[in-house]
C-alpha cells in the first residue's frame, strides 16, 4: 500500500512471498536465436576463380568446417559455394565470418591470407575502382595499372609489407585486406600510384610511415 | 858641278839675251833653259838657307807652279833674312868687314850676291815691262822674273802685312844661321839687356800671355844686339800694340829659354817639313837627323802639352761630374719611379734568391725522374689520397628497408608475430635485415672467441661502437619483469629519443599555404641534392643512371 505514513511507523511488511529463484538462462544457441532454422550464405565464384577453388577446396572447406562449424559445399550448378549453420555452431559471427573468407577468396586473395580474417576479428577488406579515385582512359589506365603494380610487382609487395596489408589488384579493381589503420596507409599509397606520383617518392613515403609505426612499437 | 853650274850660268845669260817678247808664246827651248837657269840659281842660294828642305830644284816632270812653289819656299826665309842683314849693316857698317867666310863656298855666294843684287835691279826694269804683258804661257819664263817681282814685292808687302813671322823668320833664320857664338861671348851686353829686360818683365806681367812662339821669338831676337834691340823692341812693342801682345816673355826670357829662342817657330817648321817630305823622293841622312831630330823636339813638346791638356779636360770632367747629381746607381736606395725605365736590365744587380733555382733539366735527370716512376709502379707505390674514415659520431638510425620480394608468410602470420611482439616485448626479432648475415655473425662470434683464447682473453677493450639496434619503446618495467604487475609508465627510451623536435611537427592540414609551399621547397631542394649526389656516384662507378618508370 503507498499510504502516507505521517509519522515514522513502520509498518510491518506483509509476509514477503520468497521470490521465486532467479531463473537461469544459458545463452541462446546461434540455432535458437535463429528459432531454430539454419542461415545460409551464398557467395559465387567468378569464372577465374573456379580452378584456384578447386586446388584449394580442401583448405578452404578444413577450417570452416572443423572449426568454425559451418557447412560449406560448392553448388557446381549454379556455381556457388554455400554455406549454412549447424545446431553446434559456437558463435553466430562465425558464419558471417566464414562467408567473408570465401568471398575474400573469390576476390583474389589467398587462402594463407584469407584465413586471417577467421583468426582476427579487426581485419577488413576494402575494395575500391581506379576510376573513383582518377578518370584514366586507354593507355593512362594500363599505365596506371602498371604503375600500382611495379617491375615483377615490387611496387604492391613494398606497400604489402611495409604496410602489412595484402592487396589485390584485378584490372581496374583494387583490394585491400590488412587492418583498419593499414588498410589507410595502403589505400593513400595506392592512390598517390593512381594519381601519378613515381614510385620513389611513394617509397619515400612508405618509408617514413613504416618508421613512425616501428617507433610506435 | 862645274858642268852644271856652267850650264846654269849659260843658261842664264841666254835667258836674259833673248828677245822679251818670245816669253809670250809657249817655246820648249825656252823653258828648258828657264829650268835650267832657275835651278841654277836655286842650288846657288842653298847654302844661305840651311832649313830648306830641298837640296835642288826639282825639275824634271815639275809643273810651272810646282817650281815655283819650291823655289817660293826657299826664297822666303831667305829674303826675310837677307832683309835683317841689310839692315844689320845699315845701322853698322863697321860689320861688313867682319863678316865670317862660311866654309860652303860663300865667297862665290858673295859675289853672286853682288852680282844678284845688280840683276835683281836690272830685272826689276824687266819684270815691269812684262808684268803688263803676262800670260799663262809666259809662266814659266816669268819663274826667274816672278823670284825677282817677288824679292820686290815682298820686301814691301811683308813690312805691311804679313809682318811679325816673316821678320822673326828672317831673325830666326839669321839667329839659327850663326849668331849663337858671338852672343854668348858678350857678358856687357847680356848685363844690359838683363836690366832692360827687367823693366820688361813688369810690363808682361800685366799682358797676357799671348803667342808663345811669337813672343819668344822676338824676345830671342833682342838678345842678338844691343843696337837692334831698342828698334827691336820699338818695332815689337809697335808690333805689340798693333796686336795686343805683351812682352811679358821678355823679362823671363833668360830663364825660360826654349827651343823657339834658338831654332825659330816649330809650328812653321814642322809644316815646311811635312811639305818638303811630300815632295821629295829621296832624302840624304843629315836632312833625315834633322828632320827627325825636330821631330822628336816638336814631339816631346808637344806630347808634354798634350798631356797637360789631357788632364785639365779630365779635372773638368769630374768636377762637372762632382757637381751634377748622381747616377741612380749611386743613390742607395731607389725605387722603380726614380730610375729610367728598363734600367734594372741594364745595370748587374746582386740580390739573394729565397727561391731554389729552377733545375735545369738534363738527360741526366729525366733518367732519374724516369727510374723512379718505373721503381714506384713496380713497388706499387702510388702516393693515392686515402679518404680519412670518418668516426661515427652518432648512432645512425636503422633506415628499414623496403622489401620488394613478396612477403613469404601469410597475413596471418605477420599479424600474428605483430601480436606477439606487443604482447612480449622481448620476444623481437633481432634487426638483422639478413639472415645471411645473421651466420656471418655467428661464424664471427666463434672465431672471435678463439682468437681471445689465444690472448688469453687479456684484451684491449673494445672502442665504444654504438649499438645499432632499435630500442623499442615499452615501458622499462615490462621490459625487465615478465610479469608486469605494475606498469610503470617510465619509457625505455628517453623523451628526446622519441622525438627530437626536428621533423615536420605540424601535419599536413594543419599547414597554411606558405608553410605548405615552404616545406615543398625544402623538400624539393633536399631532393635535388640528394640526386645531384647519386649522379656523381653513379658517374664514378662508371654506370649510366637508370630512368626508372614508375
Redesign the interface.
Same mark, same amino acid.
Given at each position: 500500500s503507498n499510504m502516507v505514513l505521517s509519522s515514522m511507523e513502520v509498518e510491518a511488511a506483509p509476509e514477503a512471498k520468497p521470490l521465486p529463484p532467479k531463473p537461469k538462462f544459458e545463452p541462446l544457441k546461434p540455432h535458437e536465436m535463429s528459432d531454430g532454422q539454419f542461415q545460409f550464405r551464398k557467395v559465387s565464384v567468378p569464372q577465374h576463380r573456379y580452378n584456384p577453388l578447386k586446388k584449394a577446396w580442401m583448405d578452404i572447406y578444413t577450417p570452416i568446417y572443423e572449426q568454425m562449424k559451418i557447412d560449406i559445399r560448392m553448388n557446381l550448378k549454379a556455381r556457388k559455394v554455400e554455406l549454412k549453420t549447424r545446431p553446434d555452431t559456437p558463435d553466430i559471427s562465425n558464419l558471417q565470418k566464414c562467408a567473408d573468407f570465401v568471398h575474400a577468396f573469390m576476390m583474389g586473395f589467398?587462402v594463407?591470407?584469407a584465413?586471417?580474417l577467421l583468426? =582476427?576479428d579487426e =581485419?577488413y577488406v576494402e575494395s575500391f575502382e581506379i576510376k573513383d579515385v582518377k578518370t584514366l582512359r586507354g593507355d593512362h589506365l594500363s599505365r596506371a595499372i602498371g604503375?600500382l603494380s611495379?617491375k &615483377? &610487382?615490387? !611496387?604492391k609487395? +613494398?606497400i604489402?609489407? +611495409?604496410t602489412? !596489408?595484402?592487396i589485390v589488384i584485378a584490372d581496374t579493381k583494387i583490394h585491400i $585486406?590488412?587492418?583498419f589503420a593499414n588498410i589507410k596507409i595502403a589505400r593513400d599509397s595506392l592512390c598517390s =600510384?593512381i594519381m601519378g606520383?613515381? +614510385?620513389?617518392k611513394?617509397?619515400s613515403k $612508405?618509408?617514413a610511415v !613504416? +618508421?613512425r609505426l616501428?617507433?610506435?612499437? | 858641278m862645274a858642268d852644271s853650274k856652267d850650264a846654269g850660268e849659260e843658261a842664264l845669260r841666254r835667258l836674259i839675251a833673248t828677245f822679251q817678247p818670245s816669253f809670250l808664246a809657249p817655246n820648249p827651248a825656252l823653258s828648258e833653259t828657264s829650268r835650267a837657269a832657275s835651278r841654277h840659281l836655286f842650288s846657288a842660294l842653298r847654302p844661305f838657307c840651311p832649313k830648306s828642305p830641298l837640296d835642288q830644284l826639282l825639275i824634271d816632270g815639275f809643273d810651272a807652279e810646282q817650281i815655283w812653289q819650291q823655289i817660293d819656299l826657299q826664297s822666303q826665309p831667305l829674303l826675310s833674312s837677307l832683309r835683317r842683314q841689310v839692315k844689320h849693316f845699315a845701322k853698322n857698317p863697321e860689320e861688313i868687314s867682319k863678316l865670317k867666310v862660311v866654309p860652303l863656298g860663300k865667297k862665290v855666294e858673295k859675289e853672286q850676291r853682288e852680282d844678284w843684287v845688280e840683276e835683281s835691279d836690272g830685272f826689276d826694269e824687266e819684270l815691269e815691262d812684262d808684268e803688263e804683258g803676262e800670260g799663262k804661257g809666259g809662266e814659266e819664263g816669268m819663274d826667274i822674273e816672278d823670284e825677282d817681282e817677288e824679292q820686290g814685292r815682298e820686301s814691301d808687302n811683308e813690312e805691311e802685312s804679313e809682318g811679325e813671322d816673316e821678320e822673326e823668320k828672317g831673325e830666326d833664320g839669321e839667329a839659327g844661321d850663326g849668331g849663337i857664338e858671338d852672343k854668348f861671348l858678350k857678358i856687357d851686353e847680356l848685363a844690359k839687356y838683363l836690366e832692360k829686360e827687367e823693366e820688361n818683365f813688369e810690363k808682361a806681367e800685366e799682358d797676357t800671355r799671348g803667342k808663345k812662339g811669337a813672343d819668344d821669338e822676338e824676345n830671342t831676337e833682342d838678345d842678338d844686339d844691343d843696337d837692334e834691340e831698342e828698334e827691336e823692341e820699338e818695332e815689337e812693342s809697335d808690333e805689340d800694340a798693333e796686336f795686343g801682345f805683351g812682352g811679358e816673355d821678355a823679362a823671363g826670357d833668360m830663364e825660360n829659354a826654349r827651343y823657339e829662342d834658338f831654332f825659330g817657330d816649330k809650328g812653321k817648321y814642322s809644316k815646311k817639313m811635312k811639305a818638303q817630305l811630300h815632295q821629295e823622293s829621296e832624302g840624304s841622312d843629315e836632312e833625315d837627323d834633322d828632320m827627325k831630330f825636330k821631330k822628336q823636339n816638336k814631339g816631346t813638346a808637344s806630347t808634354h802639352q798634350k798631356q797637360l791638356e789631357k788632364i785639365h779636360s779630365k779635372i773638368e770632367e769630374m768636377e762637372k761630374a762632382n757637381l751634377e747629381p748622381k747616377t741612380w746607381t749611386m743613390q742607395g736606395e731607389v725605387t722603380a719611379a726614380k730610375r729610367p725605365k728598363n734600367s734594372a736590365l741594364e745595370v748587374d744587380l746582386d740580390f739573394e734568391h729565397n727561391v731554389r733555382p729552377a733545375p735545369v733539366i738534363t738527360e741526366e735527370v729525366t733518367a732519374s725522374i724516369e727510374d723512379m716512376i718505373k721503381k714506384r709502379i713496380t713497388e706499387g707505390n702510388f702516393n693515392d689520397v686515402q679518404k680519412a674514415p670518418k668516426l661515427p659520431s652518432k648512432v645512425p638510425r636503422e633506415v628499414k628497408e623496403l622489401d620488394d620480394n613478396k612477403s613469404k608468410k601469410g597475413l596471418a602470420e605477420i599479424y600474428e608475430q605483430e601480436y606477439v611482439e606487443k604482447e612480449d616485448p622481448t620476444s623481437a626479432p633481432l634487426s638483422f635485415r639478413d639472415e645471411q648475415k645473421q651466420q656471418a655473425s655467428v661464424l664471427f662470434k666463434k672465431l672471435g672467441l678463439k682468437l681471445d683464447a689465444l690472448a688469453h682473453f687479456s684484451f684491449a677493450p673494445k672502442p665504444v661502437i654504438e649499438d645499432m639496434s632499435v630500442q623499442i619503446n615499452v615501458p622499462a618495467l615490462a621490459m625487465e619483469e615478465i610479469a608486469p604487475v605494475a606498469v610503470s609508465d617510465a619509457a625505455m627510451l628517453a623523451p628526446e629519443e622519441v622525438f627530437e623536435g626536428k621533423g615536420d611537427i605540424k601535419e599536413e592540414t594543419e599547414l597554411t599555404k606558405e608553410e605548405r609551399k615552404r616545406r615543398r621547397a625544402n623538400k624539393k631542394r633536399r631532393f635535388k641534392a640528394a640526386a645531384v649526389k647519386r649522379m656523381g656516384k653513379k658517374v664514378q662507378e662508371g654506370a649510366l643512371p637508370n630512368q626508372m618508370n614508375g
Open positions: 589467398d594463407v591470407d584465413i586471417a583468426r =582476427l =581485419l604503375r611495379g &615483377g &610487382g615490387k !611496387t609487395f +613494398a604489402e609489407n +611495409a602489412k !596489408t595484402k $585486406l590488412g587492418s =600510384l606520383s613515381p +614510385a620513389g611513394v617509397y $612508405l618509408r !613504416t +618508421a616501428a617507433e610506435r612499437f | -
